[in-house]
């Protein structure tokens, strides 16, 4: 089996090599994490007059970013209709403003930088895959008009097989996001930055300068992103506000022509479908079998109920591509995007994504070098990564952290 347990984006993509950091170093920005996020927010700097260095413990891409399935999308399957009951409208609403912004950052780059990396507008579905889930599709649509999103409900959905219908928006987008990434990294090599892979931060201190010890030597700059998918160090006691939950995806070749979308399910078990163009074909991607991290048992009978739904649904080829990733959940469902504790002045962090991290990750990077340049932002309090709302927050912590306490003493 070709490249099982390999991203389809880190296997297919060209990258240049970069030499790990050997010696200590400055800038007026450290980004840590060479990922969408960090990548952005480090180009955004660039333009902003500083001067950047990135890191990262791997090489450019190959986080989360680089596992993901590079979708683009606004349409975060029913996201608003939680969203308006933790948050209300007005919440929902600069969630979606957000997001739609990070969507029109990264096609803007796309354009402005002629990177290649297969961007190709298509429309989201969140689809209900049995009439009892018709009503839930209702109601995302409807939360997700109100957010500002050109949503509606549809009863025609372009897939191979039977649906009660689904809520779309249309304008959406899909790529490549490691092409994306080693196009964004070279851009910034280009405009004097100094990227180094391979280069593990190990220790950080917020100062005047902050002081970030790598396994290549200390960095001392004025600003630092912690572009970590986890924050590091843990200062703001994230380990108690977010928790992390592993998915999968399996690639094949598809027989056939691919429908025109992107697409999720409404309810579990959550499978996300979409297509790419790689050497001539279309690829079908389905990913799900999402879980808790630490609580999932074994992979591979994930990647087996995944190819099975494939092939029920599909006429494909061969798996030529397994692969999976883990990304954080706030305990109020938003991003947390801002100083890394109450009391940080030069220490900046995004997380929480609950695994759509491309387009508001790049939004999160907007909010970012915008707080460093001193600018208001209009999503800043509602991102805010020191923010606490009880209401939202209180179910969620109690489950996940009860379910650790249980794993932690369940493992002695």
Known sequence: MANAHTSLWAATATRRERPPLTAPTGADALVVGAGITGLVAALLLQRQGLDVVVIDQDRVGNGVTGYTTGKLSSLHQVAYSELTDSFGADGARTFAEANEAGLARLAGLVDELGIECDFRRRPNFTYAAAPDDLGTVQEEADAARAAGLDAEVVLDVPLPFPTAGAVVVPNQAEFHPVRFTAALADALEQGGARIFERTRAVRAEDGDPCVVRTTGGEVTARHVVLATHFPFPDRGLYFARVHAERSYCVAAPLEG?????????????????????????????????GHPVGRGGPESPRYETLERYAREHFAVGEITHRWSAQDNYSADGAPLVGPLTPRSRHTWVATGFRKWGLAMGAAAAELIADAIAGRDNPWRDFFDSNRLTPRASAESLLTHNAAAGLHFLADR
């Open 257 to 289: 022509e691919a429908p025109a979308g992107m697409f999720i399910s409404a309810s579990s078990p959550t499978r996300s479908i979409r297509f790419h163009p790689e050497a001539g074909r279309e690829l079908l991607i389905v990913g799900g079998e």
